[in-house]
């Protein structure tokens, strides 16, 4: 095991997690090894030492830990929770097992604030045990708002995306505007730079702002909607094929639920307003959340929702029970599609085109329209 | 004619449903208690349910759906904490909800029951419920006082004090045919959630078939709460769910003080507390014991023969290596 100062971190790949990661621990002066981005052959490693019915976010980032501690690392950095999702154990259950391999590596686990704020601060510490706290502390609040602006710019691409004129354009302006938000390090740069990043999305791809769009919400379990690899980049799929495509949590919302300026996020006031009349408790990860998003979409005048969760997740299990009383009640075209390590790209799409059909077919119908194919449809 | 209270007989129903009992007698309120699972009573959960929920819930539709016929509420409890800090598990949370949202549910009482709502939170539950049924406040408390004195009686009938040294003698003879000897000479611990290991329709009527070749068997219920506490203490992080605490918590005490010759784990597919505390226990029966563990995973496609073989398997194994160990 390395001695602390010499640490080499690592962590699961989670969307843009990393940007925020990397921007922190180069604050922080922590050593660090990103896993390569996850195959099938992560998920085949992943797979191969997990319980069976783990869900697939466990068997994901168990691969990407091994992959990473192969290539170096030999720190795990972890986020913990304390129920009742059983993500609260994964960092424990990847410990087991890594350790029954035979990887003699050590586990940071970062358990939310509201275990004991002071333990989750001496995590930080444990990182980088040569800043004071205070220091740490800082650099983290900033990293973080950095993040948010991350987020922001990916919100961005998503809403513009299904308006642009050449396909990819969005994209390659999301590459690059985050490139100019990257470099920023204080407070001051940051939001100086994120505007022009965001500026950037706007301005510097061609698009057609009266295209006939399809709204399509995305909610569900945050590592299905955060990790484009394990959900077949859907967001991009639709995106291309003139959707608006709007998800329910970003990256920063998925940090810090409880906090205001969410991106996507709801707040447990908003949850609890929306999602009582169906589910009216907490059960736990994002269950709550997900009846919440789905009814403010329908409010909010989507086209659909696309209901994302991992085999076997139990709180999206509970929504997933619910959710068509909330498709039938409020009239909206819900799809809920889950994956685990035996799910191809093939279906999803199969059932993504009928449902883009269906939504289209549901407009035509709404303005008095026999033929329910538009000019638009099916074309980019 | 007064209103008939059902309770489903599962999930839950298995850990309170002395409680319950007691608590809607004394005030009068007549109760159904729905049959013993059976292929009807799944087949209506199946419908009913969604595909992907874990198998004990599938029935438990099945149980309230069928009573919904019958009574005019049924009794669905929200079950969110019992013991402060740790939780049940998340479909315990949203099971009334669950329930409501198919197709013409049921009328439900769904008390929330949440320590974390104050030193009262389960009087002030059963006061909410009590009022349905009367005024009289004074008969709800006491109703209340008797369903918990009821409720830890039962707890307490259930725990076997002095289970400690696993039976030795007489092993021999449960190979050369046991007839005839009805001490049992195997301890075997079944570790997995009353509501599966106690119905005999989703355990495939496991703990009797084990009984029946004289096997003694132990179930978590059986441990003292002080033990299973006090072992629970070796998991790699405190348990923030109470039922399976209580599962591993009762594991760890026979694997660390030798009080059983294996363990088997029964699991339904696909619970997800459960795949998390497995490697836990499993782990720990191997670097503590060793004492032999055999996972079971049972759904609604279990079928008996598969069980039988690997049971006859298991205590095979459990035997020749309780010989082997004695020298005989």
């Known amino acids: 095991m390395a001695k602390p100062s010499e640490r080499v971190i690592t962590i699961p790949r989670m969307g843009t997690l990393q940007l925020m990661l990397e921007d922190m621990f180069a604050r922080l002066d922590v050593k660090y090894i990103m896993p390569p981005p ?30 990473a501690i192969e290539a170096g690392a030999d720190t795990c950095l972890m986020a913990g929770g304390c129920g009742p999702c059983r993500f609260g154990y994964y960092a424990q259950v990847q410990k087991e097992i890594t350790k029954d391999l035979g990887y003699d590596v050590d586990w940071i686990v970062l358990e939310p604030p509201k275990k004991g704020f002071i333990s989750f601060l001496r995590t930080f510490k444990k990182m980088a045990p040569h800043r004071s706290i205070r220091y740490i502390w800082r650099q983290v609040l900033i990293s973080f708002e950095k993040a948010r602006h991350y987020d922001s710019i990916e919100k961005r691409l998503l809403h513009n995306r299904a308006y642009e004129l050449e396909v990819g354009a969005s994209e390659k302006a999301y590459t690059e505007a985050i490139d100019i938000l990257r470099p920023a390090v204080s407070k001051e740069e940051i939001a100086e730079l994120a505007e022009v990043a965001l500026k950037h999305m706007d301005e510097s791809v061609a698009m057609d702002k009266t295209k006939d769009v399809l709204k399509v919400g995305i909610v569900g379990e945050f590592f299905m909607l955060l990790e484009p690899v394990v959900n077949f980049d859907i967001e991009k799929w639709l995106g291309e094929r003139g959707v608006m495509v709007d998800r329910a949590v970003y990256t920063t919302d998925w940090i810090a639920p409880s906090l205001a300026n969410q991106v996507g996020g709801l707040s447990k006031e908003e949850v609890s307003k929306y999602a009582d009349k169906y589910l009216s408790h907490t059960v736990g990860g994002d269950g709550q959340q997900t009846i919440a998003h789905t009814v403010l979409y329908v409010e909010e005048g989507f086209d659909g929702i696309v209901h994302l969760m991992p085999f076997t997740c139990m709180p999206e299990t509970i929504a997933k029970s619910i959710l068509p009383k909330v498709s039938k009640d409020l009239d909206i075209p819900l799809l809920t599609l889950v994956v685990d390590e035996q799910t191809g790209k093939a279906g999803f799409i199969t059932r993504l085109e009928a449902m883009l059909d269906m939504m289209w077919a549901r407009r035509a119908a709404k303005a008095g329209h026999d033929d329910w194919i538009p000019a638009g449809a099916g074309t980019h | 004619m007064a209103p008939t209270v059902g309770l489903p007989r599962a999930l839950l129903y298995y850990k309170y449903h002395a409680a319950w009992d007691a608590f809607f007698n004394h005030l009068g309120v007549e109760t159904v208690t729905s049959e013993n699972t059976s292929k009807k009573v799944l087949n209506i959960g199946l419908k009913a349910s969604d595909s992907e929920i874990c198998l004990p819930v599938k029935v438990f539709y099945g149980h309230a759906l069928d009573l919904g016929e019958k009574c005019d509420y049924v009794f669905i409890p929200r079950i969110v ?29 769904s008390p929330t029951i949440d320590v974390r709502n104050g030193r009262h939170a389960i009087r002030d ?24 004195k009821a409720l830890r009686k039962h707890e307490k009938d259930l725990v076997k004090e002095n289970i400690e040294k696993t039976p030795i003698e007489k092993l021999k003879s449960l190979i050369g045919g046991n007839e005839g000897n009805k001490e049992p000479v195997l301890r075997i611990g079944i570790a997995g959630h009353a509501y599966n290991i106690e119905d005999p329709y989703i355990s495939l009527n496991l703990i009797q078939r084990l009984k029946d070749r004289g096997i003694e068997v132990v179930t978590p219920e059986n441990v003292p709460m002080k033990k299973i506490k006090k072992a629970a203490k070796d998991a790699p992080k405190d348990l923030f769910w109470n039922y399976e605490r209580d599962i591993l918590g009762a594991s760890y005490h026979w694997v660390k003080n030798k009080v059983v010759d294996g363990i088997i784990y029964v699991v339904a597919f696909p619970c997800g507390p459960d795949s998390t505390i497995q490697v836990f226990v499993e782990g720990y029966a191997k670097k503590e014991g060793p004492v032999p563990l055999m996972s079971i995973v049972i759904d609604e496609h279990s079928a008996e023969a598969g069980l039988v073989t690997r049971l006859e398997a298991f205590v095979d194994l459990l035997t020749e290596s309780k010989l082997s160990a004695q020298g005989v």
Do not use: W
Not at chain 2, 81 to 94: A, M
């Open chain 2, 81 to 109: 904490q019992v013991e402060k800090g740790s939780f049940t598990c998340p479909k315990f949370l949203g099971l009334p909800d669950m329930i409501r949202a198919v197709d013409n549910p049921p009328e439900i009482i």
């Open chain 2, 125 to 148: 539950a059963a006061l909410e419920v009590g009022r349905m049924f009367t005024d009289d406040e004074a008969k709800i408390v006491k109703a209340y006082k008797l369903a918990m």
């Open chain 1, 38 to 67: 996850s195959t099938a052959k992560t998920l085949e490693v992943g797979v191969r030492h997990s319980p069976e019915f783990s869900c697939l976010p466990l068997k994901v980032t168990l691969g990407n830990f091994i992959e």
